[in-house]
């Protein structure tokens, strides 16, 4: 099975930058969409951004401007530069390769944005 690690979490202040990686195992990765989900404590999973296998994003409202989702396809991996932090992107970052039918989910990387 296909394996999903995000890292790059940590404390930042408000207006700060962090830089999210996922980094997936397998040689079907070219073949997948990515994604970038997070969790707030005591609300539900947000989707904030995705890319396709030919480089096309899509962000929500909610970061559109601040963040910026990239992919490597020879390193197979994902990343999420996050700038302008506000307090309220203060979350559990997931990772997610998906198309039809096929979908490989990360562990999650804590980011909190505190001053």
Known sequence: QVQVVESGGGLVQPGGSLRLS????????????????????GKQRQFIAHITSDGTTNYDDSVKGRFTISRDNVK???????????????AVYYCKLGRTGANYWGQGT??????
């Open 22 to 41: 996922c980094a997936a195992s397998g040689s079907i990765f070219v073949t997948y969409a990515m994604y970038w989900y997070r969790q707030a404590p």
């Open 110 to 115: 804590q980011v909190t944005v505190s001053s």
């Open 76 to 90: 197979n991996t994902v990343y999420l530069q996050m700038n302008s932090l506000k307090p309220e992107d203060t």
